[in-house]
């Protein structure tokens, strides 16, 4: 389907050859109804959208059979066929149909019902004598009409009664007809030779197109029959074969003949097919329906249409046609005759039109796929004509013809909406009932008219520039294409809108966005080129504000009933007023400035020591230098001689904003995580007495190491040369939370500066901007907690690892208490109530209280081989528990107690396990396991994973619990359910 559509198949029409070129000459302002006296000569119809047939057969050979079937078919209830067509009253009442008569008064409900008009000839002629009119019958009309001579018309009607008294009672439809003629003529009944053999070729060439090259039941087996009647034909068609009785060739060739004819694809007997095979059947039948039109006349059709179309569907049974076929081919036939007889006549594309509404009433109760492709190659070869003109109806329509404009959309319109909705397998498979083809295609109409037109109006704006090229002040190209665009939207609007809004209620309003686009899209290119303004810009701008208010206004008012107000339309108008040229360039300026800023950053970053006495207040130096980079930038900013501050702010506070949040991000970088600091904890292992004594003697054994970590605490600030030692870390807090308290003044100041900008409005500044800076003060919060916590670890486990996780209760627990690690965190502490900005103090404190007590169970809980404890000992766990708490008490100058006790809630549960009886501890393990793994832990304990979250419900806490115990029955218990080592 999307080949159909292809714009670029059927665009470059133009009024030259299209509708209404009729009327280009001396008589183009006559009414493009009146009737139009053309002969068969001056017929240039389209191509058949039907498959081509062989070359053998001419049109006139077509049109000598289908009256054959016609007349063959047209016979009275009692089975008889026609008579020769006479005029004596006696013969007349032998065929009460055929020789019925008409007069041209005569009224025709087909026609009515299409909309045609009545032909200007008429039926009915003057007769010579006494003023009579002389009716002429409907079998005298069909001869008249298919150019069939009375001789040729009595031979076929003798023909046809010897037929009938030789096979009474047999039906027309079981007939080969062209096998049956063969065999009643012979030389002598024909005026002379050449005639004779003429009328033998067509009919043997005609049995070849039925029965061989297009047969309704596909060959398939029976080749041999097929061969034998190819060379039958053959052999005649070089040879003339005697006719007129029964010999021996006759016999032979009607064997052949009957033998194919009487295939079917059910295998019934009561069949015939010799031209009803496609495209065969319907190029016959087209031929029988063009006789509807007035052979004097070639745009009207006959009165007798009823009449005559009662007669020709008979000639269904031989040709294989249905009502569904009658229906497309009549809607071809119909309008095929609007295109040959010079497009002036849109009755004819009116009745087209009407007689499609049966064709897609058709198109939705069946499937069949020859009916379909017959479908779509009809369809496809009117909506192809029809959109070669609507692609670029400005070419095609003018003030003369522009009332075929409506009935050439509404044929296309049609076409289309079978296509889609009733062929397109696509469609039917997804059924996207929310598609309206009308709509759409007329959408694309418009489109794309209009793209076309712009491109036409373009080069000639551009001609016009260039022949005014040598006059003083020229007018920019560009302007005076605006004034063309703005008369080319008010023609579009007062002429073809009208007619396009039955089709899409927005017609005007799409019409206008094509324009503004186009003239959009070159107005960008012109603009991308300006870097002042010069007074060719300021008159370009000023021209395309004109049009644009001009190409909004139509938009609007086109849009006042729709269900969206325009919304949909003014989207596709995206402004191209005189301030966004500037407003671009305040842009670059912008950028050009951020730029410059985010490398200072990067520059002075890279040079930033972190030191604590580089400013008094305890922050880096280079947070004040990229705020104060940051206000000369709003100050210069309103400075700038533009209308359009408050429009342009937003985009310089989101460029700053980025600038700030890239500084907090390098002001964080590189300075770890919690994760960062905490030890490995060892594999798991059952003490002894023995393991304290041995862990004394392997730390003493380490003299070394033990210097290294004590010599990076002494002075508390370790690590000065990377600027990561804690000292360094307190001055990155403090620059962070100067930015975050500085960005409340900034908000500030930008809401005065606006204030006192002559371009802001009361509703610019009267929310405040307090959220314009989204993205830093999130990631200052971020900076301040990520810090808080990497340097409350690196105190903790790194710069006092050597008083905690290497001293602690390493070997006898009353000489090896909290007290170390508690005079050294004190002092800490007090380097940093000194340092820490104070609004931020309490938050790193309590960072360093939670990473305190955390490395106080790890000791517990994790400390490996080197610590036992017996249940004896506990009492100088909760002892040392206590103190770290009392150290961030501090008489009530330290912690809140609230925040204490919810740091020290973990600790405070598991440390009562140390105090129970190692059987109670191995029983509630046993239990909690079982809970925890189920079944699959009866017959052996699985060994329960660590996942940090330590307490007296976690079965890993009990079983470390049970791995630290100094006693016979923790030992045993671990060495038979897990065989764990005494020592790594």
């Not at 007798?304 to 007669?311: G, N, P, Q, R, S």
């Not at 522009?402 to 062929?423: C, F, P, R, T, Y």
Request: proline share 4%; hydrophobic share 35%.
């Amino acid at each position: 389907m999307a080949s159909l559509f292809s714009r670029d198949r059927i665009l470059g029409h133009s009024k030259r050859d299209s509708i209404g070129s009729s009327n280009s000459n001396s008589n183009s302002n006559s009414n493009s109804n009146s009737n139009s006296t053309c002969t068969a000569a001056t017929l240039d119809p389209l191509p058949s959208p039907f498959d081509t047939l062989t070359p053998t057969l001419t049109a006139t050979d077509l049109r000598e059979t289908a009256y054959e079937i016609f007349i063959a078919t047209c016979r009275t209830s009692t089975g008889k066929p026609f008579p020769a067509n006479t005029n004596t009253p006696d013969r007349l009442s032998q065929s009460p149909v055929l020789q019925r008569s008409m007069t041209s008064a005569a009224a025709s409900k087909m026609k009515k019902a299409l909309g045609l008009r009545s032909s200007s000839s008429g039926t009915g002629s003057p007769g010579s004598g006494g003023g009579k009119v002389v009716k002429k019958t409907v079998g005298e009309l069909m001869r008249s009409q298919m150019k069939v001579s009375e001789a040729a018309d009595s031979r076929i009607r003798r023909a046809l009664l010897r037929i009938s008294a030789g096979q009474v009672g047999r039906r027309v439809e079981m007939m080969v007809l062209p096998l049956e003629l063969l065999q009643q003529f012979k030389s002598s009944d024909f005026t002379d030779q050449q005639e004779y053999d003429a009328w033998q070729k067509r009919n043997l060439k005609m049995l070849e197109a039925g029965l061989l090259l297009h047969p309704h039941v596909p060959l398939g087996n029976s080749t041999t029959a097929s061969q034998r009647l190819q060379k039958i034909i053959h052999n005649a068609l070089e040879k003339p074969i005697e006719t007129g009785r029964n010999t021996e060739t006759l016999q032979i060739l009607r064997g052949a003949v009957m033998s194919l004819a009487n295939r079917s694809t059910d295998g019934s007997s009561d069949s015939c097919h010799w031209a009803d095979g496609y495209p065969l059947n319907l190029r016959l039948y087209e031929i029988l329906l063009e006789t509807c039109f007035d052979a004097n006349d070639e745009s009207s059709i006959i009165d007798e249409v009823d009449e005559v179309m009662e007669l020709i569907k008979k000639t269904w049974g031989i040709l294989g046609i249905n009502q569904m076929l009658h229906n497309i081919c009549f809607s071809w036939v119909l309008f095929n005759r609007f295109v040959a007889t010079g497009q002036i006549d849109n009755d004819l594309l009116y009745a087209a039109d009407c007689q499609l509404v049966e064709v897609a009433k058709d198109a939705k109760t069946t499937k069949d796929p020859t009916y379909a492709k017959i479908l779509n190659s009809t369809l496809t070869s009117i909506l192809g004509w029809a959109e070669q003109r609507l692609l670029a109806y400005h070419d095609t329509f003018d003030n003369g013809n522009i009332n075929s404009m409506q009935s050439i959309v509404s044929l296309g319109v049609s076409a289309a909406k079978i296509l889609v909705e009733d062929i397109s397998n696509e469609y039917r498979r997804r059924r996207k009932t929310d598609t309206d083809v009308a709509r759409s295609r007329t959408d694309t109409y418009i489109r794309s008219s209009l793209r076309t037109a712009f491109a036409q109006i373009m080069e000639k704006a551009d001609s016009s520039r260039r022949a005014s090229r040598n006059q003083p002040n020229p007018l920019p190209i560009l302007a005076i294409l605006a004034k063309d665009v703005g008369e080319l939207a008010t023609k579009e609007k007062k002429m073809f809108s009208p007619i396009l809004k039955r089709w899409h209620p927005l017609a005007a309003g799409v019409a206008v966005a094509t324009l503004h686009v186009c003239y959009g899209n070159e107005l960008k290119q012109f603009i991308s080129g300006i870097t002042e303004l010069t007074p060719d810009a300021v008159q370009v701008l000023r021209a395309a504000d004109k049009l644009e208010k001009d190409l909004v206004q139509i938009a609007v008012e086109d849009s006042v009933d729709s269900d969206d107000g325009g919304k949909a339309i003014i989207r596709e108008m995206p402004p191209f007023e005189a301030e966004v040229a500037i407003a671009n360039l305040v842009k670059g300026w912008t950028k050009l400035r951020l730029d410059r800023l985010k490398e200072w950053v990067d520059r002075n970053l890279q040079q930033e020591v972190w030191n604590p006495r580089a400013n008094q207040d305890g922050y880096a130096p280079s947070a004040v230098e990229v705020l104060r980079i940051i206000d000369e930038t709003l100050d210069a900013f309103f400075q700038l001689p533009i209308p359009m501050h408050p429009a342009l702010l937003p985009d310089l506070i989101v460029g700053l904003d980025r600038c700030l949040q890239y500084y907090t991000s390098k002001v964080k970088s590189g300075c770890g995580t919690r994760n960062t600091f905490i030890p490995q904890m060892p594999a798991l292992t059952r003490c002894a007495t023995e393991a304290k004594f041995h862990g004394v003697f392997k730390k003493k054994e380490k003299p070394t190491n033990f210097q290294r970590r004590n010599s990076q605490v002494a002075t508390t600030n370790g690590d000065t040369n990377n600027g990561f030692g804690v000292p360094q870390l307190c001055v990155r807090i403090n620059t962070l939370q100067r930015i975050r308290t500085e960005l409340e003044v900034l908000e500030k100041r930008i809401i005065t500066l606006l204030r006192n900008s002559e371009s802001a409005h009361v509703e610019d500044f009267s929310n405040g901007l307090s959220k314009r800076f989204e993205l830093t003060p999130g990631a200052c919060l971020e900076g301040i907690q990520q810090l808080c916590e990497s340097a409350a670890y690196k105190i903790v486990f790194h710069n006092l690892s050597h008083c905690l996780w290497d001293g602690l209760y390493v070997g006898e627990l009353a000489s090896s208490t909290i007290e170390q690690f508690i005079q050294e965190l004190e002092q800490n502490l007090m380097v940093i109530a000194e340092t820490v900005h104070e609004q931020v103090r309490t938050r790193f404190v309590a960072e360093i209280m939670k990473a305190s007590l955390e490395g106080f169970l790890l000791v517990l809980l994790a400390g490996g081989p080197s610590r036992s404890f017996t249940r004896q000992d506990c009492q100088i766990i909760e002892d040392d528990f206590k103190s770290i708490k009392d150290l961030f008490w501090a008489n009530g100058d330290g912690l809140p107690m609230d925040v204490i006790n919810k740091f020290s809630s973990t600790a405070r549960d598991v440390i009562p396990l140390f105090r129970t009886e190692t059987e109670n501890i191995i029983e509630r393990f046993r239990r909690l396991t079982l809970e925890t793994y189920g079944s699959s832990a009866k017959s052996r304990l699985p060994l329960p994973a660590t996942t940090g979250q330590w307490g007296p419900s976690d079965p890993n806490t009990l079983l470390r619990v049970l791995c630290y115990r100094n006693d016979d029955a923790a030992s045993k218990f671990l060495k038979k359910t897990y065989t764990l080592p005494k020592k790594l």
